[in-house]
């Protein structure tokens, strides 16, 4: 039970971080590896912002707005002059951005773990079968109530349904009289506000933000958007969760000799080869 | 700066120019983009590392040793290359570097997180090599890899890779096969890198599972992208860029990652061809 509980925790923060790699990846067809550097701006802003008002709330809001600008002016001023280039150009771009962005934490914040301790005033609960800390309850919460905005705004909203255009054909959508640009920046807007919030709850969580907390998290997200197929939310979404339990419960399972990691990578890549389009294909292609 | 000081720099540039080529061999050649090189490069060394601390092998064995496992790890990767292409290719060899990575630090035959100690240094002829004649070696290997190079671009192969990279549906539809060379590319690469993997683990004496971690593979990609994808001179002076330039930033040591990263971007942005190719800054200077 506890490990169920885990599982959806670790879960919800892929399925977070994942869900704006995932659009941009739908749209722009680019491997957004600084999307990691921008989660652990999200965390270092929240942690900042948390340590100068004291009100969690507040701070959460503020950093993940500000995040969300971030993700724009990446797109404005970096990707969008080499979308005419070959891929591989926007993407050592991400990976030099991931560099630059993890090095100016470090100058900025310190090469140290901060902690980001936080009390919210909730009770634990706790009986017979499991423990749900505070901090589980919240991140609990916060990724269901995110999820069902995400629901209402991708199928309900004319945004929602233009950005679904813009991931089916670019040039379409345009001649349609979909304003792409506007699009594309609140994919990216999006994108990187829930990646912000996933660094804060991580954050919280695990008590400590440091500059290198992107690394792993970068590549797993990556794992999650292959499993889901490329570019699909829901199957962003169902992969992320997905992943997490088996993860969970593999390493749960003493048998297995490799770090939870390299589980992931080895799942990935038997996707790859065997079942290119993911487990949950796009149903519009 | 002391001699020695110098020619340890002088080694690793020279491996890195062989590694380099080597990813240049199917990113440039055959336009199959391979984020996992450092995992080849790795495999290398671990062979040579074995051989010599477990099982006593001489110098030019495990070398043999350590090109020919790699030629094969290089062929293996190349299997799933048939199937998987652009952006799953690149997630794929991203993937396999995580996974070697890991079972060189969980599988304690590989010595596990410590990796492995006590590789003694090259005997040739009855007598060691000192850091400057290590140097030496290195560098007329690299330059042997590179008349490689040259040769390849002279001869049939390149034609094939070229056509491969160009458009493989059309590529198949004359008649090149597309497999075959493909599988040549990854071969020749692993290879290469295998041979960089073992002279990497003589000059340090030691492998540790993260020096050929996921960050290597994005150094050496950096290297081919900077000098100029698909050119010989390119890839050579993107890995002397990238070895050089941090040991001349020493003195804001601070801001040197920072620099390296705003670098990338902007060289990328401007000069997306890298530095010595098509338009390329540096190439524009050199016709003048």
């Not at chain 1, 304003?179 to 829930?194: C, K, Q, T």
Request: aromatic share 14%.
């Amino acid at each position: 039970m506890q490990n169920v509980i885990n599982a959806l925790i670790l879960g919800g923060i892929y399925v977070l971080i994942s869900v704006g790699l995932t659009m941009i990846y739908g749209i722009l067809r680019i491997l957004h590896i600084a999307h990691a550097g921008i989660y652990t701006l999200g965390a270092f802003l929240g942690l900042s912002f948390y340590a100068a008002t004291g009100n969690f709330w507040l701070s959460l809001i503020l950093s993940v707005v500000l995040t969300g600008f971030a993700g724009v002016l990446i797109y404005r001023y970096i990707y969008r002059k080499v979308l005419d280039k070959e891929k591989i150009v926007s993407l050592v771009i991400s990976i030099g951005m991931f560099t630059a962005m993890q090095e100016l934490y470090r100058l900025i914040w310190g090469p140290y773990k901060k902690p980001f301790a936080l009390d919210l005033g909730i009770n634990d609960i706790r009986t017979k079968y499991f423990v749900l800390t505070q901090h589980q309850i919240l991140i609990l919460t916060v990724t269901a109530v995110v999820l069902l905005i995400l629901y209402f705004l991708m199928n309900y909203t004319k945004l929602g349904k233009a950005m679904k255009a813009c991931a089916d054909d670019l040039e379409i959508a345009a001649a349609m009289g979909i304003n792409v640009e506007y699009v594309i920046s609140f994919a990216f807007f999006l994108g990187s506000a829930l990646a912000a919030l996933a660094g804060i709850l991580i954050g919280v969580y695990e008590n400590n933000v440091y500059p290198t907390m992107g690394s792993s998290v970068s590549y797993k997200a990556f794992v999650v958007i292959v499993l889901g197929g490329f570019g699909s939310l829901t199957g962003a979404i169902t992969a992320g969760f997905l992943l997490a339990f088996a993860e969970t419960f593999l390493v749960a399972w003493k048998g297995f000799i490799l770090p939870r990691d390299a589980i992931a990578f080895l799942l990935m890549i038997f996707i790859l080869i065997f079942k290119p389009e993911g487990l949950f294909r796009r149903v519009t292609r | 700066m002391t001699l020695d000081y110098f020619f340890t720099v002088l080694t690793f540039s020279n491996i890195f120019i062989i590694l380099a080529l080597s990813l240049n061999v199917v990113m440039g050649y055959a336009g199959q983009v391979s984020l996992g090189h450092a995992a080849f490069f790795g495999i290398g060394a671990y062979t040579s590392a074995i051989l010599a601390t477990k099982f006593g092998w001489g110098y030019f064995p495990s070398l043999l040793m350590s090109i020919l496992v790699g030629a094969f790890f290089g062929f293996l990767l190349g299997l799933p290359s048939l199937r998987v292409k652009h952006d799953f290719l690149v997630l794929t060899t991203i993937g396999l570097n995580f996974v070697v990575v890991a079972i060189f630090k969980h599988i304690d035959f590989f010595g596990g997180p410590y990796g492995i100690i006590g590789v003694p240094r090259p005997v040739f002829f009855g007598k060691e090599l000192e850091t400057g004649g290590y140097a030496l070696y290195t560098g007329a290997l690299a330059f042997l890899v590179i008349l490689l190079m040259i040769y390849i671009e002279k001869i049939y192969l390149r034609y094939g890779f070229e056509a491969v990279k160009e458009n493989e549906d059309a590529a198949e539809s004359i008649g090149v096969s597309v497999p075959r060379f493909k599988i040549y590319a990854f071969t020749i690469s692993g290879a290469l890198a295998g041979l960089a993997g073992n002279l990497w683990a003589y000059q340090m004496g030691m492998v540790f599972p993260d020096d050929f971690s996921f960050p290597v593979s994005i150094s050496i990609l950096t290297m081919v992208v900077l000098g100029g994808v698909g050119t010989i001179s390119g890839p050579v002076v993107g890995a002397l860029i990238v070895t050089f330039l941090p040991e001349i930033l020493r003195p804001i040591q601070d801001y040197r990652l920072l620099i390296y990263g705003i670098i990338i971007v902007l060289v990328m942005l401007y000069q997306p061809g890298g530095l010595l190719g098509k338009n390329g800054l540096l190439r524009s200077i050199f016709k003048r």
